[in-house]
């Protein structure tokens, strides 16, 4: 049974456009998420995360938006950039994660020139 | 670089060994987590230790064991090992015992079962 559910395996968007990342997940115990950034052959890195007591979080061009009456998270890059082409996951946790991180499997982002 | 550092980077035995992954945690992490990705999974998470004491168990196997020693670093136990058991093995640090600021991962050792 999977917890977090990244449905799109891959995603292609134009250089300075949008890139909406998307993620649904099932568990309503779940009160934190964050999103990971994994370029080839390195570890995923942290990139933004939200707390269930917010509803939108951001960091530079990085806006998490998170619906819970949906089970709903998205991760919005404006404007999108080369450096920003690799896999991003999903990730979730209840009560502060001391049991771990669900993750999703993860959205190939593609940003074309 | 992350800080993590995981050894051996890659990894290729035969099926029924038994093998070990180390990791080293940043510096100051006293917390060391343990994930597997397989082929098109996310990262499955296998277990926590929290300054040389075992904190969470995720989705382990019995033929898996890990342990976290005095000086921080920690190494991940496969054992009877199968060709499923082919993965990517992820490492990740933190100061305490959550992650409300994400962790810190390695770079993996993939971990290939012929």
């Known amino acids: 049974d999977q917890q977090v559910k990244q449905n799109s395996p891959s995603l292609s968007v134009q250089e300075g456009r949008i890139s909406i990342l998307n993620c649904d997940y099932t568990?309503?115990?779940?009160?934190?998420f964050l999103w990971y950034k994994k370029y080839p052959a390195e570890g995923p890195t942290f990139l933004i995360s939200?707390?269930?007591?917010?509803d939108k979080n951001e960091d530079g061009r990085f806006t998490v938006f998170l619906n819970k009456s949906a089970k709903h998270l998205s991760l919005h890059i404006v404007p999108s950039q080369p450096g920003d082409s690799a896999v991003y996951f999903c990730?979730?946790?209840?009560?502060?994660?001391?049991?771990?991180?669900?993750f999703g499997k993860g959205t190939h982002l593609i940003i074309q020139p | 670089d992350s800080g993590v550092t995981q050894t051996p980077k890659h990894l290729i035995t035969a099926t029924g060994q038994r093998v070990t992954l180390r990791c080293s945690p940043r510096s100051g992490d006293l917390s060391v987590y343990w994930y597997q990705q397989s082929l098109d999974q996310g990262l499955q998470f296998l277990i926590q230790?929290?300054?040389?004491?075992?904190?969470a168990k995720g989705n382990i196997l019995e033929r898996f064991s890990a342990q976290q020693f005095p000086d921080l670093h920690s190494e991940l136990n496969l054992s009877s090992l199968e060709l499923g058991d082919s993965a990517l093995y992820f490492c990740?640090?933190?100061?305490?015992?959550?992650?409300?600021?994400?962790?810190?991962f390695g770079s993996g050792t993939r971990l290939t079962v012929v």
């Open positions: 939200i707390s269930s007591i917010k």
């Open positions: 568990n309503s115990m779940f009160d934190y």
């Open positions: 990730a979730a946790s209840v009560g502060g994660g001391a049991d771990g991180l669900t």
């Open positions: 230790y929290y300054n040389g004491e075992e904190r």
């Open positions: 990740a640090s933190s100061a305490g015992t959550g992650n409300l600021y994400g962790y810190t």
